[in-house]
């Protein structure tokens, strides 16, 4: 994370008496219970009034949150937290160990069916329990008495306590869930939480308003009296409404506004662990889409040439210009491989420029010469003005260098998002931010089946990399599987990485302590207003 401090804006219609922050949140999000958002907007609300056992400070190092202190076996395979006795909910109730066990295998229910249950495989029998082979009890979740938690790993894992900052991992009431399990989260009476804001009210397509958690356990330190997530989706509009001093901070101006404000110091650039791709429909629910583009995207070759067809230097440079990456690797720059910090992006796969003869030639092995006889595809993407302008560069890119045809689709956010989860498209933007800081984060989202595996990919190959990986101890050698991993990933092609992102967020000079994780949330537990 690092801080924010406000960076221009002096139109000011928020009164500097008031500690009051409007923050524009984008596209509605569908949900905002913890064990089910899959969201950037609903992890960023669920970021910021529920916790975890512990935090992530300013400086990405683990801090106490409902846990105060915690210890870890000798073998790294068991760990005690104890909870701090003055950890409240929202409604004054305590916080009790069995809330977490709750949450935990709440998320873990197959009947859930929650996108990020594999995030809780590494709790001893929780990838059993997601598949029905085993009975919760058997679960590696001990609930000592109200203030201890006892958790068992299935293999020791050197980030488990970072993934007890995500919110997957943040506790629920189960006699408020079990009331309205589809909607409790997205109704201020019943949205229980126990962070350090909490919903005040919920008015859709307008804005989610949240207030200080009297109640949460380190209120004292909270300076803002009052949260406003506004639901403007089109960039243009939420820089429209920052100018007018409607907003007070926002986030992916639009692109073609970016390096002016960027100039001009009205925005700034953050480090942000993510790559924006292009997810290709390798499963069989594809033919049900175009049984003729489905064949074609079966073949590896066709794949790749897609994916060599594309200048990612003119995108970033003529398209996106806020400081983004070509991204010549799936895996994002940024991570380190070892405590030497060494960058684990140490290899491209092919060029940032286009590579239109060895495209040609892939395509043309694969049984379409210079693009004849290829069946047209088409592109899904969610409503933005920015989504739109990189869609029409791809489009004409592979028009241009392929001779291919591509119909553009656009889809509301929520309806894209079950359009992608249903594998109902044959290609369509892709984006994943780092849960956390290890390539894990990026490569076990495609295994077999994976909850967030929305193309359908599946190799044994791969799918053993990746497992041995998480069952290797020795550093050196977890990361060689992991990078022989990427390489099975990048040779089959399923996902076409198009580049790395940066954070580019606009903020008035009044606004001060907001932090911007690389993980992809916006925390306001230390922002306030500078009066």
């Known amino acids: ?6 960076c221009a804006g002096k139109d000011n219609a928020n009164s500097k008496k008031d500690q009051i922050i409007r923050y524009n949140l984008g596209a509605e999000p569908k949900t905002l219970d913890p064990g089910l958002t899959n969201t950037t907007e609903g992890i960023t609300v669920a970021a910021n009034s529920f916790e975890g056992l512990l935090r992530l400070d300013e400086k990405e190092n683990i801090v106490p949150g409902v846990a105060e202190k915690w210890e870890v076996s000798s073998d790294g395979l068991k760990y005690t937290f104890n909870l701090r006795k003055d950890a409240k909910w929202s409604d004054g109730k305590s916080v009790k160990a069995e809330d977490f066990k709750y949450a935990w295998q709440r998320a873990l ?18 990838e059993a329990f997601n598949k ?11 609930v000592i008495d109200d203030s201890k938690l006892e958790v068992t790993l299935e293999y020791p894992t050197s980030y488990f306590l970072s993934l007890t900052a995500f919110p997957t991992y943040s506790p629920v009431r189960k006699d408020i869930v079990e009331k309205d399990p589809k909607a409790w989260s997205n109704k201020a009476d019943t949205f229980v939480c126990n962070g350090p804001f909490k919903m005040q009210e919920w008015k859709l397509k307008d804005s989610i308003n949240f207030v200080k958690n009297d109640n949460y356990w380190n209120a004292k330190s909270i300076k803002l009296d009052s949260l406003q997530f506004k639901l403007l989706e089109q960039a243009s509009s939420a820089l429209s409404a920052f100018r007018a001093g409607q907003i007070d901070f926002m986030e992916a101006p639009p692109l073609q506004e970016t390096p002016k404000l960027l100039k001009e110091g009205v925005a700034k650039a953050y480090p942000y662990l993510g790559t924006c791709y292009i997810s290709l429909n390798v499963s069989p629910k594809a033919k049900e889409v175009s049984a003729d583009a489905a064949k074609a995207l079966s073949n590896p070759k066709v794949r790749k040439a897609l994916a060599l067809a594309i200048d990612r230097t003119q995108i970033v440079q003529n398209v996106t210009k806020g400081g983004q990456k070509p991204a010549t690797a799936f ?11 060494k960058d684990f992006r140490n290899k491209d796969y092919y060029k940032p420029e286009a590579d239109v003869v060895e495209a040609k030639k892939l395509l043309a092995e694969a049984g379409y010469p210079d693009g004849k006889g290829f069946p047209k595809l088409s592109y899904l993407y969610n409503t933005a003005e920015d989504n739109k302008n990189i869609a029409e560069t791809l489009q004409d890119m592979w028009r241009k260098n392929l001779g291919i045809t591509v119909d553009l689709i656009n889809q509301e956010k929520k309806v894209f998002m079950n359009t992608r989860k249903n594998k109902e498209y044959l290609t369509a933007r892709g984006s994943w931010i780092a849960d956390y800081s290890d390539p894990m984060t990026f490569l076990d989202i495609w295994v077999t089946n994976g909850g967030n595996n929305n ?7 791969y799918d053993k990399k990746v497992g041995a990986a998480k069952l290797e101890k020795d550093t050196a050698k977890r990361m060689q599987l992991l990078h022989e991993a990427e390489d099975i990933l990048m040779n ?5 990485p198009i580049y790395f992102y940066v954070s580019v967020g606009c903020s008035k000079d009044y606004v001060k302590g907001v932090h911007k994780s690389p993980l992809g ?8 207003i500078q009066k």
Do not use: H, R
Not at 455 to 461: K, L, R, V
């Open 1 to 6: 994370m690092t801080a924010l401090a406000g």
């Open 331 to 341: 895996v994002s720059t940024g991570i380190s491989e070892d405590k030497s910090g």
């Open 492 to 496: 089959d092609m399923p996902v076409i």
């Open 132 to 142: 029905g082979k085993v009975k919760a009890e058997d679960l590696g979740i001990k």
């Open 109 to 126: 229910d197959p009947n859930i069916a929650s996108e990020y249950a594999y995030q809780l495989f590494y709790i001893k029998n929780g």
């Open 455 to 461: 193309t359908g990919y599946s190799n044994p190959e």
């Open 521 to 528: 949330m916006t925390l306001f537990d230390t922002a306030y």
